[in-house]
C-alpha cells in the first residue's frame, strides 16, 4: 500500500473538476502538502496507508473556497465610515486614516485578523491588493494561507510610497523577494485608472512582463470613473488601459460592473480575467456587473469580498450565495449563474481569475491540498434528497453557512480542525486591534471637530493669512461703468468677463467657517466659455475695521483647487446650512496710486437681488499696507462718483441670505 500522509474519508467529495465530478461517499489522499487522489472511499481506503485518516461522514469536502479579491489589512478599518458615496468614503475617510495610521505593523495585524475570519468561512487562498504588501504576504504566510498579493502603486504619495517610481521600486522588491514562494504569488496593483498616469500603468505592466506575475487593478468599479475617464480622455477605459501596454501582463480587472460587451471581449482576447465583488457593489451602489454575460462569453470570473470596509465582513459563503441570487436578480431570469457555477466561481474558476488555477481551486491530483470541510449536520441543512445528486451545490451555496465549515486544510496543513483555528491566535490580536481602534478614533474625533481639520484632511490646501481691504456699492444697474472707469490716475491693466457660481456651506462653529465652492467660468467677447475654474475657499469669520468708506477685513483664507463636485464637499462636511449665489461678474484689474485693485461690477443673478453692485478690493500680507489701501478706495470711490450714502459694507452672502429668508 502506497504510504500518504492524509485521507480525507467518508465524506460526499464536491471535486470541482471539469467534469464537476461528485463522490459519495468520497475520500482525497495527501501527501507532501498535494493531492495524490481523490476517490471513492473504499477504494482510496484500499489502495492508500495514511499517518492520519480524518472521518467525515456527513460533511462536504470541498475545494478551499479563494477569495478573489479584498484590501486583508482594511479589517481594520471596518465599520469605521459606512453608507457613503465611493469617493467621500475613499478620499474623505479610507485615505485620510491611512495615510495616518497604515505602517508594516498594522498590515501585519489586520491581514491576521483577516485570516482567522477567511480560515473559518472555508477560504484557503486570497487576492490582495494594499500597501506594505510585504507585511501581508508575512502575516499570510504566517497564517497558513495561500495568497495572490499585489502591492499597490497610485499617482499620489500612499502610506509606503511619496510618489509612484518609490511605489514602483517597492514593487519591485517585492516581487523579486517572493517570487516562487511556495504559498505567496506576488503581484503588481496598479489601483485603478483614475489613480494612474498612462507612464505608469505602462511600467507597471513591464514590470509585471519581466516576472512573469499578474497584475490587479479596480476597473469599470462606478460609472463616475467610466464617465469621467472618457471625457478625460477620450475612450473607455479598456482600450485606454490596452494603449498603456496593460495586456502584456496577466491581467485580473476587479469589479467591472461598467465595462460594455465590446471591453468585456477585449478582456477575454488578451486572457484578462475578472473578480465579482457583490456585497460591496452593492454597498458602495456601484451597480449591477454583468455576470451572466461575461460568464456567457467564457469569462474567468472569481468572487471576491473586497476589503472589510466595503462589505463589511470576508464570508466567502456569504459572498457565494449572494453571487447567484444578485446574477438572477439583475437579469430577471432565474435560471442565470446556477448554484453550481457559483461554487465554480468561488473555487475553480475563481482560482484561474487569479491566474492560479493550475495550483488550487479543485481537488484532482496534482493539485495543491487546498481544502474545506463543510458539516452538513444543522437544522438549516435538513432533510437532504437523493434524486439529483446535483442537489448539493444548492444546499451549499444556498443553505450552508460559514459556520458549517469545520476543517481547513492549506497546502497539506490542518488552518482550523473542528472549528478551532490552529495558525491565528485570535485573542492575542484583540487586545491590539481594540488599541488600535482607539487611536483612530481619537484621531477622527480631533478631526471632525473642526472644519479646517476636515479640510485639511483631504490635502492640496494652501493657507493665506490675509488683509482685504474691500467696499461694496450698490449701483442702480451696469450702465456707464466704463465711464466710470474713464478717469486720470487709473490704469486698466486687463479685464474678464465672468460667470459665478457660488456655493456656500454654512457651519454654525466657534470659528463661524464658511467654506466657498467658486465654479468660475470665464467667458470670451462672444459670451462663449473659454475657461472654467474650481475652487474651494475657507474663510473664518472676519475681524473688520471701518475706515470711511471702505471696510477693512482681515482673516485666515484656506485655498485650494476644488478636486471634488460640491456634493462630494456637502457629503464630507455635512454644513449647518448652504446658499448658492450665482452672479455674472465683469472684473477689471487696475492700477492706482502705485497699487493693485479688483474692481467688480456684479449683477446677481441668483438670488434676484435688485440693482447692481460695484466692489473694489485688494488683498495684502501687512496691516499697515492695507490701512494704506483703504484711504486710496476712498479716493476712488471719490473719483467714481460713488456717494457714502449708497456704501453697502456686507458680502452678497448676508444679501443672499436675506433674500432667502425673505422670500
Ligand atoms: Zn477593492
Redesign the pocket.
Known amino acids: 500500500m502506497e504510504q500518504v500522509d492524509l485521507i480525507l474519508s467518508g465524506g460526499e467529495v464536491v471535486t470541482m473538476d471539469s467534469h464537476f465530478t461528485l463522490f459519495d461517499t468520497g475520500a482525497v489522499a495527501v501527501r507532501d502538502g498535494a493531492i495524490v487522489a481523490v476517490g471513492p472511499t473504499a477504494e482510496l481506503m484500499a489502495a492508500y496507508q495514511a499517518r492520519e485518516v480524518v472521518d467525515c461522514s456527513g460533511c462536504a469536502v470541498t475545494p478551499g473556497l479563494v477569495n478573489g479579491?479584498?484590501?486583508a489589512p482594511m479589517t481594520l478599518l471596518r465599520g469605521l465610515a459606512d453608507d457613503m458615496r465611493l469617493d467621500v468614503w475613499l478620499m474623505g475617510y479610507m485615505m485620510p486614516v491611512e495615510r495616518e495610521f497604515v505602517t508594516p505593523e498594522f498590515c501585519w495585524l489586520g491581514t491576521q485578523l483577516a485570516c482567522a475570519e477567511m480560515i473559518r468561512a472555508g477560504v484557503t487562498c486570497f487576492g490582495d491588493?494594499y500597501y506594505y504588501e510585504e507585511a501581508v504576504a508575512d502575516a499570510a504566510v504566517q497564517a497558513g494561507m495561500r495568497a495572490v498579493c499585489a502591492q499597490s502603486i497610485l499617482k499620489f504619495p500612499t502610506p509606503d510610497a511619496a510618489s509612484y517610481d518609490e511605489g514602483l521600486r517597492l514593487a519591485h522588491d517585492f516581487v523579486a523577494r517572493w517570487k516562487g514562494h511556495h504559498l505567496i504569488v506576488p503581484a503588481i496593483g496598479p489601483h485603478a485608472v483614475y489613480t494612474a498616469t498612462p507612464e505608469m500603468l505602462t511600467a507597471c505592466a513591464e514590470l509585471a512582463e519581466a516576472y512573469g506575475v499578474p497584475i490587479h487593478i479596480?476597473l469599470g468599479e462606478t460609472a463616475r470613473e467610466v464617465e469621467e475617464h472618457r471625457a478625460e480622455y477620450g475612450m473607455p477605459v479598456v482600450p485606454w488601459v490596452k494603449k498603456q501596454g496593460l495586456f502584456r501582463a496577466r491581467v485580473t480587472a476587479?469589479?467591472a460592473v461598467h465595462l460594455d460587451a465590446g471591453e468585456l471581449q477585449t478582456l477575454l482576447h488578451h486572457g484578462a480575467t475578472i473578480v465579482h465583488?457583490p456585497t460591496?457593489n452593492l454597498k458602495l451602489a456601484s451597480g449591477l456587473a454583468p455576470v451572466a454575460r461575461m460568464l456567457a462569453m467564457g469569462l474567468a470570473v472569481g468572487i471576491g469580498t473586497?476589503?472589510a470596509a466595503?462589505n463589511n465582513n470576508l464570508d466567502m459563503v456569504e459572498e457565494m450565495r449572494l453571487a447567484a441570487l444578485l446574477a438572477k436578480g439583475a437579469s430577471l431570469d432565474p435560471t442565470a449563474l446556477p448554484a453550481r457555477q457559483a461554487l465554480a466561481m468561488a473555487t475553480a474558476m475563481g482560482a484561474h481569475a487569479l491566474h492560479v488555477g493550475d495550483m488550487t481551486g479543485s481537488l484532482e491530483p496534482g493539485k495543491r491540498a487546498d481544502l474545506a470541510v463543510f458539516e452538513l449536520d444543522a437544522p438549516h441543512l435538513m432533510p437532504r434528497f437523493q434524486r439529483d445528486p446535483a442537489s448539493l451545490y444548492a444546499l451549499l451555496v444556498y443553505a450552508a453557512r460559514s459556520g458549517d465549515v469545520r476543517d481547513v486544510l492549506c497546502d497539506g496543513r490542518w488552518l482550523m480542525r473542528q472549528r478551532q483555528l490552529l495558525t491565528v491566535d485570535v485573542d492575542a490580536l484583540r487586545a491590539r486591534t481594540d488599541e488600535l481602534a482607539a487611536r483612530m478614533d481619537r484621531f477622527l474625533i480631533g478631526r471632525e471637530a473642526s472644519v479646517l481639520s476636515k479640510l485639511l484632511a483631504i490635502g492640496g490646501v494652501a493657507r493665506e493669512r490675509t488683509f482685504e481691504v474691500q467696499v461694496k456699492v450698490r449701483l442702480p444697474d451696469l450702465e456707464g461703468r466704463e465711464q466710470m472707469l474713464d478717469v486720470d490716475d487709473i490704469t486698466i491693466v486687463r479685464s474678464s468677463l465672468r460667470r459665478q457660481y457660488d456655493t456656500y456651506f454654512l457651519f454654525s462653529d466657534p470659528d463661524e467657517s464658511r467654506l466657498r465652492y467658486r465654479e468660475d467660468e470665464i467667458l470670451d467677447a462672444a459670451g462663449e466659455v473659454t475657461d472654467v475654474d474650481y475652487r474651494l475657499t475657507l474663510m473664518t469669520a472676519a475681524k473688520e475695521r471701518e475706515f470711511p468708506k471702505s471696510v477693512l477685513l482681515s482673516r485666515s483664507r484656506f485655498d485650494a483647487d476644488a478636486k471634488h463636485s460640491p456634493r462630494f464637499y456637502r457629503e464630507y462636511f455635512h454644513p449647518q446650512r448652504e446658499v448658492a449665489v450665482h452672479k455674472e461678474r465683469r472684473r477689471y484689474h487696475i492700477r492706482y496710486g502705485g497699487t493693485d485693485f479688483a474692481v467688480n461690477f456684479d449683477q446677481i443673478i441668483q438670488p434676484a437681488l435688485p440693482g447692481a453692485y460695484l466692489e473694489i478690493q485688494s488683498r495684502t500680507w501687512s496691516a499697515q499696507d492695507a490701512e494704506h489701501k483703504a484711504d486710496l478706495i476712498s479716493a476712488l470711490l471719490d473719483k467714481f462718483g460713488v456717494q457714502e450714502a449708497g456704501l453697502v459694507r456686507r458680502e452678497y452672502l448676508d444679501l443672499a441670505m436675506d433674500a432667502l429668508a425673505g422670500a
Open positions: 479579491h479584498t484590501h491588493m479596480h476587479m469589479h465583488n460591496s473586497d476589503g466595503s
